[in-house]
């Protein structure tokens, strides 16, 4: 079997914007996907020359979307992002490269022992994942780069929820039985 040189399985990235449950659209009349924004941090250069490499791979195969010439890569849109440029005021994006995801067909979500993850909560905006993706080129609307296809997701660990969002087991504290939390109304 033949590699693809356009995909890639990432190193643990941290999950943003993680709509991996229910198709989203962008705008209105647009299909709706899935889609997620991965973090990867910098100091994992193992998955950045990854990417980069695929990068490199779709560039080549989507010569005939380019007129039939190679473009300067210069002169693309490209998917591989520097968190401390475009997200400067996002922590979550500190020190890391980033990429948006997404796909039409929902992604398959596993656990470490490669064991589905049925539970939505279990899978949200802060979890930390491997991703699977695949590279591709695009020409429209005089739009030129390199798109992110979402692949699957698998879930290695939990980690602080994204976006503001809290527990509710951080909100509340237990009532004893028979309170009902009224207070004498």
Known sequence: MAQNKTKVVTGVVRLSYANVWEPKAVNEGQTP????????????TETIAKVNAAIDAAIEEGIGKFGGKKPNKAALKLPLRDGDVERDEDEAY???????????????????????????????????????????AFNSNGNKGIACGLGNIQKVRDGEPLGGKSKAEDDFDELPDGDDGLLGY
């Open 33 to 44: 996907k899935y889609s997620v924004s991965l973090i990867i941090p910098k100091t994992d």
């Open 94 to 136: 500190a020190n890391s490269y980033f990429i948006n995801a997404n796909s039409p067909t929902a992604p398959q979500i596993v656990d470490t022992k490669v064991q589905p993850i049925l539970e939505r909560s279990e899978v949200y905006s802060g979890v930390y994942a491997r991703v699977s993706i695949n590279f591709y």
